[in-house]
Nanobody, 124 residues
Framework: QMQFVESGGGLVQPGGSLSLSCTAS????????VGWFRQAPGKDREWVSC???????GYVDLVKGRFTISRDNVQKTVHLQMRALKPEDTADYYC??????????????????WGQGTQVTVSS
């Protein structure tokens, strides 16, 4: 069963930076795209970014140029470097294995396998 453990969240001022990490287990992560998703209070979970096994990346328009996703297939980790953070980036962040639809620039999670998430709060 796919399992994910997210970490790295915290409280940061607008304009600040954070780096999130996700450790995957229970499946061959090297064979799957993996993505980051977020859910703000009172809102649906939304896709943020994903990366294919070979390193092709996709980002939702709201974070392009500010967030950078990377992966280490040996360590089974995926990272999300976030900079120039805005209050609207406040959310719980989750990672998941995904299907990447490059033409639509969208990642869709596989199944319903979610970790506990990591909370990011951007506030002065």
């Amino acid at each position: 069963q796919m399992q994910f453990v997210e970490s790295g969240g915290g409280l940061v001022q607008p304009g600040g930076s954070l780096s999130l990490s996700c450790t995957a287990s229970g499946f061959n992560m090297e064979n799957y795209p993996v993505g980051w998703f977020r859910q703000a209070p009172g809102k649906d979970r939304e896709w943020v970014s994903c990366i294919t096994p070979r390193g092709t990346t996709g980002y939702v328009d709201l974070v392009k140029g500010r967030f950078t996703i990377s992966r280490d297939n040996v360590q089974k980790t995926v990272h999300l470097q976030m900079r120039a953070l805005k209050p609207e980036d406040t959310a719980d962040y989750y990672c998941a294995a995904t299907v990447y639809y490059r033409d639509q620039n969208e990642c869709v999670p596989i199944g319903d396998y979610w970790g506990q998430g990591t909370q990011v709060t951007v506030s002065s």
